[in-house]
């Protein structure tokens, strides 16, 4: 999504601000610019496509000491050099970046328009700007705090007026903005991602509140001009964790890290003594999660279906009824809430929109709601009601990898205490921790097997369209698959239960389909070894995942990727790794912009 840089310091503002928005690329973006200012000399550049477009119209030259930059996603208006930010007022004097949607923009523009003003794009945005221009009173926080209550929607936005020189005000209301703190300069980020490289000191910013800064400090208030006291925090991630370090892509490096960020998931959370888990950062008291009746997770995307796996484990080892709900559609349907309910948001960014407001019905009707999140600070660990951190470290690539697997390592801590509180033996959950533990191990050896599946990528990378298939628990692992297949190789591949593609997906199945089917050494094998014949039968091609040893598999299928035998319930972790490294070498071959593909964002905070 939108990505915003600010800058008041003593370097070149324009280097800051390109390499903030290099940084910020992640989040996916079509058009990308900055105002720079040297005294109240602005200068304007912007350009649709990558940073490196804006960098040529930068040269060699280095811009102002203080300024604002953007990485525009387009929402409204298509992605060209007018629609980018930043947008100015009518003279000029106001410039503005702006993430989020102004809903009730084009009322607001119908005014503007009516006295013969003319806009220059067909953004929610450029209205900002004019509204701040309009109100403007020789006071730039004035003149926002004004314009703010107008706005209907979602906003962070940075505003520069050329009669301010060297200040920046900052304000947020459901899109990210944090403040870094250096010596004689500052910064303003929608992500720190973009001022990691100067700062570690950050004050993130409520919904409500806004920010003014200077090269030599910064005032933090409200709408009424109320100043509030906000906390300096430390930022956790270390400048090295979002480089590639080697690697020829972010998401290549983060499918290795599986090794190391899944450990960290779960230390420090295992108790081998009484053979359970502990999240201590949930909050509760062990007899409030005695009286848990009912357990709901919402999310989407990939962090859904590692909440799929979760429900699944809760409910098979604590015995307790356990869903997984898409947050977008939680929230529209009226849920139910329930005083003995335990409602969880998983969540990689902690910004995503849909999950943010599922999260806030269910507060609303009174429910609890406890956050997994990765992104220390972010929306969903501040307004959640207790919660534990991932702690995979930054995720860059827009295909969640790592991520997916950290998720997946605490919601199995979660599964495992509820259940050692109710039926579960030490005995039984000893098992589960020691296979936790020797998880990295497994995941090193399948990372040892890349060239085999990049083989295997080259010799299927031109099919068209694949079906994903497992059952129980690694069912969600095919849907998950077939997600990262058609995200990064833009691939036609869909998700299935192995036993639902008689009612109907094998209607599809011939020789142009292949079908990826994932098969541990579970209960339910043999089944789904039925429906590996039931595709064979039918000229489809067959790749499958199967656990070491299992020779009969390699019988069926055209090829076979071996993985390492674990618990059966421990399958999904392992299972996930193939298809990631499947996916991530089909993009490649394509030559697909694999870290950030078409159309896709990082964290999506528009509904
Ligand atoms: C897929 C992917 C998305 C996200 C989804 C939720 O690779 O990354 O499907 O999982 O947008 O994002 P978070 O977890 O940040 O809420």
Redesign the pocket.
Known sequence: MCGIVGYCGYRPASVVLLEGLKRLEYRGYDSAGICVGTGNKFELLKKRGKIRELNELVGKRTLGDFGIGHTRWATHGEANDRNAHPHTSASGDVVLVHNGIIENYAELKKEFESSGQIFQSETDTEVIAFMIEDAYKGNLENAVREVLPLLKGTYGIAVIHKNEPGKIVGARNGSPLVLGIGEHEMFLASDVTAILAYTKDAVYLNDGELVSITKDGYRTFDINDTIIQKQVEQISWELEQIEKRGFKHFMQKEIHEQVESISRAFQGRLNKESATGHLGGLNMLPNELLGVRRVIIM???????AGMIGAYLIEKLARIPASAEL?SEIRYKNPVVEHDSLYF????????A??LQAMREIQRKGGKVLGL???VGST?ARESDGGVYLHSGP?I?????K??TS?LAVLYVLALSLARMRHLSIEDGLKIINALEVLPEKISSILKQTAHIEALAEKYHRYENFLFLGRGMNYPVAM?GA??LK??SYIHAEGYSAAEIKHGPIALINENTPSFFLVPDDLLRDKVITNMKEVKARKGKLIAVAVEGDLEIAGIADDVIYIPHTEEIMYPFLMVLPTQLFAYYCAIKLGRDVDQPRN?????TVE
């Open positions: 999310a989407a995307g990939t962090s859904y279906h947050s948001v998983v969540s990689q960014s902690g910004e995503t849909d999950t999140c990765n992104v969903i995720e690539a827009v295909a969640s990898t991520a997916f998720q998950e997600l990262k995200e990064i896709l964002a990082k964290s999506v």
